[in-house]
């Protein structure tokens, strides 16, 4: 059997791994939203250099801080229940989302809500599964596709496991990159959509602005923590947005269940409330640049609100070592 020492050197070269890989997956939308921002507006493209600014601000610290950590090691048998609950919940998501019709809103909702009653220690992969299974049947066809995603983003949460703890989004940008990777194996369609026009535009933003600051306080301050918070959010948003706000409803749940990833971010990462609500229109600007972005692939939702989160704690750490 492997020693202790040989159980932290294995757990710290998978998080340098892991670490490599978030920050490709950040990469992606950053490089998209950089393209599609400047064509729209010079200052939609300041802002997302200040994003990208931001966000990369925080990579670098996190990166200093992985290599100086001190990495315990986890047993074999957690990791693998871990990969159980993250596969399952993809395959649970997309039969939800897309076989019986529910949508990707509530579809990964109610795997997200049902792993906290059933099995609330695995809830947190089972929710991350989720993010993989909201992949659009376009994209997977045949369940071959979404069992291939599903399988990638359990590999993906155990080598990430240890690192960018309490970024909301994290989840969301495993499944991001799983969904790519089996959607290239197995030469899958992604879809376009265009950027949407300025009113949708100003409702989006609206209500990612409203929901992750939602989410953050159910989250931290109603101590319901984070997978609840974004579940229940979620289903509110995924059941009444598309009968309240008529042809844009459906669009608008999508941006609140994004927004939402966004508020499971822990008070460490957001120590102050503004901190959130700048979070959430940072989510609800790149929502909007990200549209046009491998349409059908889940997790793109969470890989936006990691960006997001990430881009306001790095800003505000910048601030405050220039100040100092």
């Not at 020492?5 to 939308?29: D, E, R």
């Not at 074999?76 to 997309?94: D, H, Q, R, Y």
């Not at 990691?306 to 220039?322: C, D, E, H, R, W």
Request: charged share 5%.
């Amino acid at each position: 059997m492997p020693s202790k020492t040989q159980n932290k050197n294995a757990t710290k070269i998978s998080a340098v791994i892991g670490f490599i890989i978030l920050t490709i997956t950040a990469t992606v939308l950053l490089v998209n939203a950089v393209i599609q921002s400047f064509p729209i507006h010079p200052a939609a493209g300041i802002a997302v250099i200040l994003i990208a600014i931001g966000t990369y601000f925080t990579i670098f610290t996190e990166g200093k801080t992985i290599l100086k950590a001190d990495f315990g090691s986890v047993d074999f048998s957690t990791k693998l229940f871990e990969f159980i609950a993250v596969f399952v919940g993809g395959i649970l998501s997309f039969y939800l989302n897309n076989n019986l019709g529910l949508g990707l809103v509530v579809g990964s909702a109610l795997v997200g809500l049902l792993a906290v009653v059933v099995a609330p220690k695995y809830a947190v992969p089972a929710y991350c599964g989720s993010f993989a299974g909201m992949s659009s049947a376009a994209l997977f066809p045949k369940y071959h596709g979404i069992i291939l995603a599903s399988a990638i983003a359990g590999l993906i949460y155990v080598i990430c496991r240890d690192i960018f703890g309490g970024f909301g989004g994290k989840l969301g940008a495993m499944s991001f990159i799983s969904a790519i990777a089996a959607g290239l194996l197995l030469s899958g369609t992604f879809a376009t959509a265009p950027i949407p026009n300025w009113n949708t535009s100003l409702w989006i933003l609206l209500t990612a602005f409203i929901a992750a600051p939602l989410t953050f306080y159910l989250n931290t301050v109603l101590g319901k923590g984070p997978v609840l918070a974004s579940t229940l959010i979620g289903l509110l948003a995924g059941l009444t947005l598309p009968v309240l706000v008529p042809g844009i409803g459906t669009q608008l749940g999508v941006v609140a269940i994004c927004a939402s990833f966004t508020g499971m971010s822990n008070e460490k990462r957001s120590p102050k409330f503004w901190y959130m609500l700048l979070a959430g229109l940072f989510t609800g600007f790149l929502f909007i640049l990200s549209t046009p972005l491998l349409g059908g692939c889940g997790g793109k939702l969470g890989t936006t609100a990691f960006v997001s989160i990430m881009a306001v704690n790095g800003l505000t750490g910048l601030v405050n070592k220039i100040r100092k």
